[in-house]
């Protein structure tokens, strides 16, 4: 249950544009944001992070609360999302992983073998665990006012891609022979994935998000029978673990990137809203998921760093092709790139306010 001071439940972001355009309905103001908004990109942030390793600042609520609030004070976006990473949880489940700047997430050691997995899930992640995260949203949500924060958390796919690999890797190979080479072990790893990801979003949620995302950033990877079969069923556990939030308004957008061919799977884990990335038109997107799906998205990231007019008449074309989805979030089809003029963002968020 959400508590009486949560922000769904005591009317500061209730009719926002945002959560309002997440349940379906148009509003006057078209709602923006950006992934990865909080980052590299803000001259405030790189200050701020300096001394400080990626993880300890995601633990550390006055850091993260503070990291949060930077683009939404510099932009004006229609939504702040929490600064962590999906990694988080299984930091405090007690993986020995570390996020490298320039590379990602590393773990100490691949989880390969039915052993390794047996290792693994014998972690769990409790609620004094994630105390630092819930600490760090009601900070957050304490200064937002009427702006929502979106909480997120990493599809068990991309975790277990994350784990598996050991790194970031292209093809996300070992994940995938796991997953035909030893299908119980793979399930294992994946129902595993899906409570501590679950429990991360959760906490999020119960702390004051008003909205949530999750990430399957590399499920492009996968054939369409591949995920339907092997990972679409714990996607759908993880956002489980809020079925009875979303019950009382809390909307769940699925996002991954090169997802064009298993768009309307990701819908039908149970999401409300799909995530589109630049690769397909969001004309395109409605025709594979349904007219009754609000979309977000879907700005080329190479387009930041284009001339104005080129940007400009992009984001005009985005706008028009999402017409005909129940409802639009505006976002980029990936994240800022960490070299974007951040200004660049302030004026394209002044932009879709006008359109
Ligand atoms: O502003 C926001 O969007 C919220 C913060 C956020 C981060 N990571 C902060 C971060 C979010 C939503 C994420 C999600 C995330 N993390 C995803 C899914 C989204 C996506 O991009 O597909 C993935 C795959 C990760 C794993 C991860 N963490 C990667 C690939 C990297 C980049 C490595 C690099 O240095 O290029 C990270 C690190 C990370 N997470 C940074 C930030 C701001 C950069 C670290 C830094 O600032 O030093």
């Known amino acids: 249950m959400l508590s ?20 379906g309905e148009r509003t ?5 944001w950006f992934m990865r908004q909080a980052g590299r990109s803000l001259p405030e942030y790189r200050e701020l992070r300096v001394g400080t390793a990626m993880l300890d600042a995601c633990l550390d609520p006055a850091m993260a609360s503070e990291i949060t609030l930077q683009p939404v004070r510099r932009h004006g976006v229609d939504a702040a999302i929490f600064f962590s990473d999906i990694v988080v949880p299984l930091r405090l489940a007690g993986v020995d992983v570390e996020i490298k700047p ?29 105390a630092p995260v819930a600490e760090g949203v009601a900070r957050t949500v304490a200064e937002l006012g009427g702006t929502p924060l979106i909480g997120f958390a990493g599809a068990p796919f991309t975790l277990a891609a994350y784990l598996v690999e050991g790194g970031p890797s292209r093809d996300h190979l070992a994940a995938r022979t796991l997953m035909h080479a030893d299908p119980a ?5 994946m129902t595993w994935a899906a ?38 069923p714990s996607s759908a556990r993880a956002l489980g673990a809020i079925a009875d939030l979303r019950a009382q308004g809390v909307r769940a957008v699925h996002f991954g990137t090169g997802t064009g061919e298993i768009l309307a799977a990701m819908r039908d884990v149970g999401a409300d809203v799909v995530g589109v990335d630049y690769r397909i038109p969001l004309d395109e997107a409605t025709r594979r998921v349904g007219a009754a799906v609000p979309l977000q998205g879907n700005i080329d990231p190479a387009l ?14 985005v706008v ?6 129940a409802a639009h979030v505006v976002n980029l089809g990936h994240g800022v790139p960490p070299t974007t003029d951040p200004d660049v963002l302030t004026r394209l968020v002044d932009l879709v306010h006008s359109l």
């Open 4 to 23: 009486e001071g949560h922000p769904l439940v005591d009317g500061r972001t209730s009719h926002s544009a945002l959560v309002r355009a997440y349940s």
């Open 28 to 32: 006057d103001r078209l709602p923006v």
């Open 185 to 189: 072990t793979w399930q294992a790893l």
């Open 320 to 325: 028009d092709r999402g017409r005909g989805a």
């Open 195 to 232: 409570d501590v990801t679950g429990a991360f979003l959760r906490a999020q949620v119960l702390a004051g998000a008003s909205a949530t995302q999750l990430f399957d950033s590399w499920a492009g990877a996968l054939s369409l029978a591949d995920y339907t079969a092997h990972v679409a």
């Open 304 to 317: 930041l760093a284009a001339p104005w007019p080129v940007l400009e008449a992009h984001v005009r074309d």
């Open 102 to 130: 320039g590379v990602g997430p590393v773990m100490g050691a691949p989880v390969r073998t039915a052993g390794d997995v047996a290792r693994l899930t014998a972690l769990t992640l409790t609620d004094e665990a994630l």
